[in-house]
């Protein structure tokens, strides 16, 4: 094979790639190819988590970052549930500044998309693993001063989780 290199060689299931832009699954009848990535229904040590990125002008904040006004800071929200999830199923995310609400968002779980699989053909690749999907939530403008931003979400299965407090201060635009 001239220019492809074989990358996995387990039996029955074969990865090719060309350069970096050619990827094909070869896959015997009946074997099924898995991604390395768990869906959130795969738990983790609690049965619902959220943990909040924010980030300013294209930078993720870390804990204690300074932000010069006038900002507009964009909040992600990540989770994670012990449980499983059906495609459906919903979560309420209120997203906090000094316990004064921002914004709410709903994700909602959207459980695994991929083409369908006939046997003896070409497998392709994943299109979606199962997952929440979630809209951001935009801070704009705050005034200058110290914030503890946090997110709270509610929802699956009874079940609510508080994500961990990321401290951002704002400090006025600088006189010229």
């Given at each position: ?36 990535n768990?869906p ?106 110290s ?7 509610t ?22």
């Open positions: 094979m001239n220019g492809v290199r074989e990358i996995n060689k387990d039996p029955g299931v074969r990865w090719v790639g060309a350069g970096c832009l050619l990827l094909v699954l070869l896959a015997a009848a009946g074997v099924v190819a898995q991604t390395t768990a959130a229904g795969g738990g983790g040590g609690k049965p619902l988590e959220i943990s909040i990125e924010a980030v300013f002008q294209g930078k993720r904040l870390q804990d204690g970052a300074r932000v010069q006004a006038p900002a507009v800071v964009y909040l992600f929200p990540h989770l994670e549930a012990a449980v499983k999830p059906h495609a459906g199923d919903t979560v309420a995310i209120d997203f906090f500044a000094n316990d004064q609400k921002l914004c709410s968002q709903k994700a909602v779980w959207q459980d695994e998309r991929r083409p369908a699989q006939r046997p003896g053909q070409a497998v392709p690749l994943w299109i979606m693993r199962a997952q929440f999907l979630i809209s951001d939530c935009v801070w704009s403008n705050p005034a200058p001063g914030y503890t931003l946090t997110a709270r979400a929802g699956l299965k009874g079940l609510s989780a508080d994500a961990a407090p990321l401290r951002v201060s704002v400090v006025s635009a600088a006189v010229r």
